[in-house]
């Protein structure tokens, strides 16, 4: 490999990112406060591949992921209003929500859906960061993430293997 292949890719990568980011900035979610919650779904959706047929699976689990987070809280506090201290119901909460989230989202692996159970842990981590009010903010955030982690990792298919941009060059139509 070239060196100007990990040059250009970093630098669509940049780009790419750059772009969302000021795109997100500009719209309506920028008043949700939870922009670093994209960069939570990004790497988790390139660490498990970053395949185009994997994004229905990685979206679907984060929104998932989210109303779960949501019931950690819900669940916690609900435990909270019976005398236990606020450890004590925030373990077991853990203890028994992360085994039955396990347990369905196994059985939902052959489908494709749903499945995902680092992406659930991720929305997971960015419900209990942002809160349970903006969870609409974060089902559109934590996909937004995964779309740009493939727009991200699609730079490699506009790099020839010595790092020239194809889409500069003249293909021959077949």
């Known amino acids: ?10 630098l669509w990568i940049g780009v790419v990112a750059a772009l969302y980011v000021w795109l997100y900035l500009m719209s309506p979610l920028a008043a949700g406060g939870v922009l670093p919650c994209t960069f939570i779904a990004v790497p ?7 395949k ?17 987070g949501v019931a950690y809280i819900k669940c916690s506090s609900l435990l909270s209003n019976y005398d236990l201290s606020p450890t004590t119901s925030t373990a077991l909460t853990v203890l028994v929500l992360t085994s039955v989230l396990c347990a ?10 749903f499945c995902s159970i680092p992406m659930m842990f ?11 009010e903006k969870w609409i ?38």
């Open 1 to 10: 490999m070239k060196i100007r292949f990990p040059i250009n890719f970093g």
């Open 44 to 50: 988790i959706f390139l660490s498990g591949g970053g």
């Open 52 to 68: 185009k047929e994997q994004i229905g699976n990685h979206i679907t689990s984060a929104i998932i992921g989210v109303a779960w």
């Open 104 to 113: 369905i989202h196994g059985i939902f692996k052959p489908s494709g859906l």
């Open 122 to 132: 991720g929305a997971i981590a960015s419900t209990l960061f942002a809160g349970p």
């Open 137 to 174: 903010y974060l089902m559109i955030t934590l996909p937004l993430g995964v779309l740009l982690g493939y727009a991200c990792i699609y730079g490699s298919q506009v790099l020839d293997e010595n790092g020239r941009w194809a889409f500069f060059r003249n293909r021959p139509v077949s």
